[in-house]
Structures are given as structure tokens and as C-alpha cells.
Nanobody
């Protein structure tokens, strides 16, 4: 089955940018909806962004709209989260997720079956 590995996290100053990558194994990556979630210390995991299997549909959380964008390259079995204008409140562990049952772009956590290990993003003030 699908395995996911996130990368690209790190420490940046407020106003800076990062691009997160999620590399997926599997032969049918282009049929899976993909998403990003994040979890800050002491808080619940929250939806960030999602993208349909063919990239034609996206969803973005209100808290990051206009600053973050999601994309995917099915030829590389990879999805991306481009993060700009970062704020200290964006500090969290960011998780890549895949839905084995939906090709649209769901934003409910229970619709995702496969999860990566997470990558830390820290934004300093």
C-alpha cells in the first residue's frame, strides 16, 4: 500500500517561506486525494489543504488562504505545500495524508487512511 514521507520543514523567520514535500509510494498515486494537516503543541490536529487525484479540485483552510498553496506532481508521486508569509502561529508539525477511497479533495480527517510521520515547521518572531 501507499507510504508517505514528508520533508522540507525547518526554522524560518516570520514572513518567510517554505515548501513542504510529500513523497508517496504506490502505482496508483494519481487516483488518491491528498491533504495536509497540522498539529501545534497541546492542540488538536487541524486541516490545512487538500487536492484531488488529478489536481483539479483544491481546498484550503481559512487560516492559511492566500498564503499557502497545494499542488501535486503525479509523475513524481509527490504533493507539495508552498507556504509563504509565514506567521508564528503556523508553527506545528505538518502531516501529509492520502485518501484511498476518494479522488476528490476531502477536508475531514476521517476520510484519510494513510499518514506520514510529520515534519516540524517553526516560525520565529
Amino acid at each position: 500500500q501507499v507510504q508517505l514521507v514528508e520533508s522540507g520543514g525547518g526554522l524560518v523567520q516570520a514572513g518567510g517561506s517554505l515548501r513542504l514535500s510529500c513523497a508517496a509510494s504506490g502505482r496508483t498515486f494519481n487516483t488518491y486525494a491528498m491533504g495536509w494537516f497540522r498539529q501545534a503543541p497541546g492542540e488538536a490536529r487541524q486541516f490545512v489543504a487538500s487536492i484531488s487525484g488529478n489536481g483539479g479540485m483544491i481546498g484550503v483552510a481559512d487560516s492559511v488562504r492566500g498564503r499557502f498553496s497545494i499542488s501535486r506532481d503525479n509523475a513524481k508521486n509527490t504533493q507539495y505545500l508552498q507556504m509563504t508569509s509565514l506567521k508564528p502561529e503556523d508553527t506545528a508539525v505538518y502531516y501529509c495524508a492520502a485518501s484511498l477511497y476518494y479522488s476528490s479533495a476531502p477536508f475531514a480527517e476521517e476520510h484519510y487512511s494513510i499518514w506520514g510521520q510529520g515534519t516540524q515547521v517553526t516560525v520565529s518572531s
